[in-house]
């Protein structure tokens, strides 16, 4: 920057005298006489005790009559800029300062350029530049006479940012897993302890329970599609090597369009292969042409329902890929399913793995028969992983995202993945390992409104699990709410209380010293929730 500002007037020959402002030198104003040939260019030599350590010129305006020449002086002191003007007595050899402003009304802020406004009065560009990036403009009028400048108003508090959303589910029964249901705006919560499904509003305001119908309890997976709640359904105690009813693993189908709610079964256990009936089914999915399919974690398998739910078939590597692992004598191979069609119109299924380092598996169903193949999973959050739950693709089925566990015991966290090779690879795009609430952790996920995702959260900080939350999962680090005491302080020497539970209702807490809880031993009741929610 040499040259800057230019201002002109006309001398009383008729001649166009200009004047040229320079910056970053002391020898900051000429004046070019356009009334020789050639032109005549000669410093206007500057004077007044304001002008120590000035270093540049900028924005000049002549007054009307053309006497007085205001401009917009930087200084290499770094002191605030100000607004002087200078009249001459010699033709503009020399000038001296006849007025000077360096007050700005707002802080932070620098004069740039100078205009006259309505009766003769002075005005400066004037640029807040407090922050990183300039925080605001004005137009402000230079007062010579210190006439006071308007009190600055009192900027407004910052906005709160938005917060993460942390949800308590109410009556649950050890919830294992949600979906969303956009068209009615609406979280299913499944219980592996309960006969009935919980329901969340969108906006968390309003929480219910559908009355299933079930004989046997136990819903870990859920998936929605086409007004059908689709549930795996468990005989827990069969689980737990107690002898109560015979062994049940079903696929449910509950028709929510009809009133009541119409439910069908499929008994996997009666149609299975494995000799031992001992099937555990985690997890489930429903393809758009009808097509059911889940998770055995016992038996290695991922079953294949067809759309009159009259067929079962059984998909399964050739080796021992499923492998999975053993966590107090329960058996968890293939863990949580889920699907996608591809741009050919196929199935594409997603199988995740626990107690494996191979822990995500993709199902080709375009091929006969089907491809099994691992994804090769990508991404420095990777180490130590040791499996991984609750897939849910986007809407847009570019990005699969799932809950990861830890061999080295770190917390488990939340990951999305993104691939550029038809998923034979998959690299982490998104990744949190946050958790609102202290001893808990995160199980499966859901998509909720405005593409929101959320986390099935279990309070493990007891010998029981304590809570149970639905926990929004904010890659952007939004805060979440502080936590609330979960315990309101008693008055010195008031007798204990205790709230009247209602009749039949689970216990939603554990009990200090308690032998069982929902009618199993608290050791089997403690080694199923983990392996089932955390592991």
Not at 75 to 97: E, K, M, Y
Not at 243 to 256: F, M, N, Y
Not at 402 to 421: C, E, M, Q, Y
Not at 465 to 472: A, H, S
């Amino acid at each position: 920057i040499g040259p800057n500002g230019i201002e002109g007037m006309v001398d009383a020959n008729g001649k166009v005298q200009l004047f040229v402002a320079l910056s970053f030198q002391t020898k900051t104003l000429y004046k070019i006489d356009t009334s020789t040939t050639p032109y005549t260019i000669s410093e206007v030599v500057l004077q007044g005790s304001q002008l120590s350590n000035m270093f540049g010129i900028d924005g000049l305006r002549f007054s009307k009559d053309s006497k007085t020449l205001s401009g917009v002086l930087t200084f290499s002191d770094g002191s605030p800029n100000a607004v002087v003007s200078f009249s001459s007595s010699d033709n503009w050899a020399t000038a001296t300062v006849t007025a000077f402003q360096n007050r700005n009304p707002v802080a932070g802020s620098f004069y740039t350029t100078l205009t006259y406004g309505p009766n003769d009065s002075m005005w400066a560009i004037n640029t807040d530049f407090s922050g990183n990036t300039p925080q605001g403009f004005w137009l402000t009028e230079i007062c010579f006479d210190n006439r006071p400048y308007p009190t600055p108003p009192t900027p407004p508090p910052p906005p709160t940012p938005p917060q993460c959303e942390n949800r308590k589910i109410s009556n649950p029964a050890v919830p294992e897993a949600a979906i969303y249901d956009s068209a009615g705006n609406k979280f299913y919560i499944g219980n592996v302890f309960g006969t009935n499904v919980n329901t969340m509003s969108g906006d968390g305001k309003t929480q219910g329970v559908i009355a299933t119908g079930l004989k046997t309890p136990g819903t870990v997976g859920v998936y929605f599609r086409d007004n059908k709640l689709f549930s795996a359904s468990n005989d827990s105690p069969q689980l737990f090597n107690v002898t109560q009813g015979p062994p049940s693993a079903k696929v449910l189908i509950h028709d929510l369009s009809k009133t009541p709610v119409q439910l069908t079964e499929v008994d996997l256990n009666a149609k299975s292969t494995d000799p031992n009936k001992t099937i555990f089914v985690n997890d489930v999915w429903a393809a758009p042409d009808g097509r059911v399919f889940a998770t055995g974690s016992s038996s290695k398998v991922v079953y294949e329902i067809s759309a009159d739910y009259q067929t079962v078939t059984e998909i399964k590597p050739s080796g021992t890929e499923w492998a999975g692992g053993t966590y107090n004598n329960l058996q968890i191979g293939p863990n949580g399913i889920e699907g996608m069609v591809d741009a050919n119109g196929k199935v594409q299924l997603f199988v995740a793995l626990s107690f494996q380092t191979k822990t995500l598996y993709k199902i080709d169903t375009s091929t006969t028969p089907y491809t099994i193949s691992e994804v090769v999973l990508q991404g420095s959050q990777l180490s130590n992983m040791f499996g991984i739950d609750g897939l849910r693709f986007s809407k847009d089925s570019k990005t699969l995202s799932g809950v990861l566990t830890f061999s080295d015991g770190s917390p488990n966290a939340v990951v999305s993945f993104s691939s550029s090779d038809n998923w034979a690879t998959a690299t982490v795009t998104a990744f949190q390992n946050r958790n609102p609430v202290a001893g808990s952790f995160y199980t499966t996920l859901t998509y909720g409104p405005n593409d929101s995702m959320w986390a099935i959260n279990t309070d493990f900080s007891g010998n029981t699990p304590q809570g149970f939350w639905l926990t929004e999962i904010c890659f952007d680090n939004r805060p979440y709410p502080a936590p609330k005491p979960t315990t309101a302080p008693k008055p010195t020497n008031a007798p204990p209380t205790t709230a009247p539970k209602p009749t039949n209702a689970p216990p939603t807490e554990a009990v200090s010293g308690a032998a069982s809880i929902y009618g199993v031993s608290i050791a089997s009741f403690t080694a199923f929730v983990t392996a089932v929610c955390v592991l």
